[in-house]
């Protein structure tokens, strides 16, 4: 168990909707990063954000957007869902901005 | 973008054979992981290895940085070895934080 807490596990839903993925980093760490790993594409780097504030953007889509709160736990939403949306989304955590960094067991989102 | 290859890309072994899996990447980098994905899709922490050699049990890693490349090394393997073995690394020059640029991973299956 890395620490890093992932809700839900699974999500089902159709095209056109929107989905809030959540993740609580480990305790203490500060530094919040979100993944995207589809068959296609491996995995890449989405968005990263640093004891409340963006620090750093990848290949992450306009109709997708994250947050990390005063708690410090992220959510990643994404918004007019399309069949290539289906993906596993992997949240990390670390102590500081370059650090190890630690991967929660990932949401599994299937459009269909 | 920085460029990680691993290799080889498949790997099958019977039980109890060694190996070793490689990752060159193409730029200096101050963050370097090995992570093994589980065939539940878990993304489990092996290494945190910028430079230098690390030994954990059965497993060990090597970074050579000067020479851009890593390689994990599987003594004694298990069956539950198999899955994906992923290596990423984040760029020296990156000071916004971590972002893991993953290479396309090494898929091995260990036979009984």
């Known amino acids: 168990d890395s620490g890093v807490t992932q809700t839900p596990k699974h999500l089902i839903t159709a095209t056109g909707q929107r989905v809030t993925l959540r993740c609580s980093p480990r305790?203490?760490?500060?530094?919040v990063y979100w993944y995207q790993q589809s068959l296609d594409q491996g995995l890449q780097f989405l968005i990263q954000y640093y004891n409340g504030e963006e620090r750093a953007k990848g290949n992450i889509l306009e109709r997708f957007s994250a947050q990390q709160f005063p708690d410090l736990h992220s959510e990643l939403n994404l918004s007019s869902l399309e069949l290539g949306d289906s993906a596993l989304y992997f949240c990390?955590?670390?102590?500081?901005?370059?650090?190890?960094?630690?991967f929660g067991q990932g949401t599994r989102l299937t459009v269909v | 973008g920085i460029q990680v290859e691993q290799s080889p890309p498949d790997l099958i072994l019977q039980e109890g054979a060694n190996s070793t899996l490689r990752c060159n990447f193409s730029?200096?980098?101050?963050?370097l992981q090995w992570f093994h994905q589980n065939p539940w899709g878990q993304l489990i922490n092996l290494f945190y290895i910028p430079s230098g050699t690390k030994q954990n049990g059965r497993l060990s890693a090597t970074t050579v940085a000067t020479e851009r490349y890593s390689l994990l090394y599987i003594s004694s393997s298990q069956t539950t070895d198999s899955g994906v073995y992923f290596c990423a690394v984040n760029l020296m020059n990156n000071n916004a934080g971590n972002m893991l640029t993953f290479g396309g991973g090494t898929r091995l299956m260990v036979k009984p």
């Open positions: 730029d200096s980098v101050n963050n």
């Open positions: 305790s203490g760490d500060l530094s």
């Open positions: 990390a955590s670390s102590v500081a901005l370059r650090t190890e960094a630690f």
